[in-house]
């Protein structure tokens, strides 16, 4: 468990590095795109929501958890579009836009990998901590 930890971690740094390769590089040099942070940090919100509010754990769907996975993909979707945007009315630059939505793969695939090694229940789970 020790060693998906580790991965997890390494993943999320090198995603925070394309991010902030985008902004800091002295070529692209505007900081506009760290707002994507604030996508990447409410992006599990509706997901702690569904799994209070829904108990029964078997069940294949529910509408609360389908509403969830509904927000959640709205996130997401918006993560990857706000850099484009930006590169689109020349706030960015292209590579800037291009290290930004690498960074967004990176980090958003972490925060999924956290839910798929944590998020089972186990005696080892995210909700002890």
């Not at 569904?50 to 509403?67: F, G, I, P, Q, V």
């Not at 996130?75 to 850099?83: E, Q, T």
């Amino acid at each position: 468990m020790w060693l998906a930890l580790v991965a997890l971690s390494f993943s999320g740094a090198i995603g925070l590095t394309f991010l902030m390769l985008g902004c800091a590089l002295e070529d692209y040099g505007v900081y506009w795109p760290l707002f994507v942070l604030i996508f990447h940090a409410i992006s599990p919100i509706p997901h702690f929501i569904a799994k209070r509010a829904t108990y029964d754990s078997d069940a294949t769907s529910s509408a609360c958890r389908e509403l969830a996975y509904f927000f959640t993909t709205g996130i997401v979707v918006s993560a990857f579009g706000f850099p484009v945007i930006l590169a689109r009315v020349s706030v960015i630059k292209w590579g800037a836009c291009g290290l930004v939505l690498a960074g967004n793969a990176v980090i958003f695939l972490t925060i999924q990998g956290f839910f798929l090694v944590f998020g089972r229940g186990d005696d080892f789970s995210w909700e002890q901590w």
